[in-house]
């Protein structure tokens, strides 16, 4: 039987496809957390891994302040001689936000609406851009006035974060350029699919102008120490309506562009997407993906984890898996035995495999349900 491990040692050598002590067990919780603590804080998380027996993957703030996605009151990156009008009122419980950036270049606008979370809408309801920032490519010399300098990432929160979990597990820095809550809600995804189609060449530019600006970000955290990067791609998932074809001529050189900078300063590259992933699985693997997230399941993804494990466990590590809603949340405690079990079974043996969930566990979820997976986990995620 293998030497008890931390569980910072036992991530680590799940994603480096090595066989642990035990398989890890690390589910996204943050849902949860608030509603069972009150805040899904890194404090919060820690002592719920200590509370129930988890090992921490955690991914922490993004290097940029992702404020196309979420407009802040506050602009502290952008200079003096950007002229900011914001105008914030009320609407349907929520508050709808009116920017215009008037920049030597020229004027940018956008209006956003952001849902009141905790209610119809879920615990980080997702805005609303009622009109995107992004219009046409004259935008984009306006754009490099707003957009905090690429140099200078703030990888503090990282450091700190790893620093305070310390063998409990690891912090990831998150990473969601170049279409996560980037160009994907500057332009808007609707709007995206269009230009493929009917102005293909400023559909280039505009991922290029993320890539480089991307890609300077990433390597500028990289010198600054980073090694775990959390990198989201779910804009870019099937689910989100995009076709086989456009993922693997657009995206996946992407993705490539970033492991193998990633790879330079030998740092693990985590890709996350929440939606349908079997067809693509593959593609992630050969962009150069040293661990996928989230391989849900049917009836919501379609992943086969026994398949999954058989054409790619050799290869990455995969993690997530188990349904969070219906069966750790709508299920039986047994019902989330059973899925845990079979987990493992098929994609635990021969290493590479972190257990975790479809996404968040949601808050509602039974209290039962939530021990029943972790004790599940232990007890049948041991290597011998």
């Not at 992702?66 to 002229?83: K, M």
């Not at 620093?163 to 969601?176: H, K, Q, S």
């Not at 990433?218 to 076709?243: D, I, M, P």
């Not at 086969?304 to 054409?311: F, G, I, P, V």
Request: charged share 25%; with cysteine.
């Amino acid at each position: 039987m293998a030497a008890e491990m931390t569980g910072r040692e036992r991530i680590l050598a799940a994603m480096r496809r090595e066989i642990p002590d035990r398989v890890p067990v690390s589910p996204r919780i943050g849902a949860y957390l608030v509603a069972y603590y009150g805040s899904s804080s890194l404090a919060r998380h820690i002592q719920a891994a200590q509370e129930f027996g988890f090992d921490i993957c955690l991914p922490v703030a993004n290097p940029i302040p992702t404020f196309i996605h979420g407009p802040s009151l506050t602009y502290r990156f952008v200079p003096p001689e950007v002229r900011i009008v914001q105008e914030v009122t009320e609407q349907d419980g929520g508050v709808r936000v009116r920017r215009t950036f008037e920049t030597p270049a020229g004027k940018l606008s956008d209006d956003t609406f952001l849902a009141p979370g905790g209610r119809e809408y879920g615990v980080s309801p997702s805005p609303v851009h009622n009109e995107t920032l992004i219009k046409d490519a004259s935008d984009l010399d306006r754009l490099r006035y707003i957009l905090p300098d690429p140099t200078q990432p703030n990888v503090h929160d990282y450091h700190e974060s790893n620093r305070l979990i310390g063998d409990l597990g690891i912090a990831e820095m998150t990473f969601n350029l170049p279409l996560d809550h980037f160009l994907g809600d500057a332009r808007g995804m609707a709007q995206l699919m269009m230009d493929y189609y009917l102005d293909r060449p400023f559909f280039d530019r505009l991922f290029t102008f993320f890539q480089e600006y991307g890609q300077t970000v990433l390597k500028a955290a990289l010198e600054q120490g980073v090694r775990y990067v959390f990198a989201t791609w779910y804009y870019g998932s099937l689910s989100a309506g995009w076709s086989p074809a456009i993922f693997r001529e657009v995206f996946v050189p992407l993705m490539r562009q970033q492991a193998e900078l990633i790879h330079r300063y030998d740092g693990i590259y985590h890709i996350y997407d929440d939606g349908k992933m079997m067809r693509t699985l593959g593609d992630y693997v050969d962009a150069g993906a040293d661990v996928v997230e989230t391989l849900t399941p049917p009836p919501v993804g379609d992943v086969d984890l026994a398949e999954a494990k058989r054409l790619y466990g050799d290869r990455v590590c995969l993690k997530g898996w188990t349904d969070l809603l219906y069966v750790i949340k709508m299920g039986t405690a047994q019902q989330v035995v059973d899925a845990v079990r079979y987990a493992l079974e098929v994609a635990a043996p021969g290493g590479g495999f972190i257990l975790g969930t479809s996404d968040s566990i949601r808050e509602g979820t039974p209290l039962e349900n939530v021990r029943a997976y972790f004790e599940a986990a232990h007890k049948y995620g041991r290597y011998t």
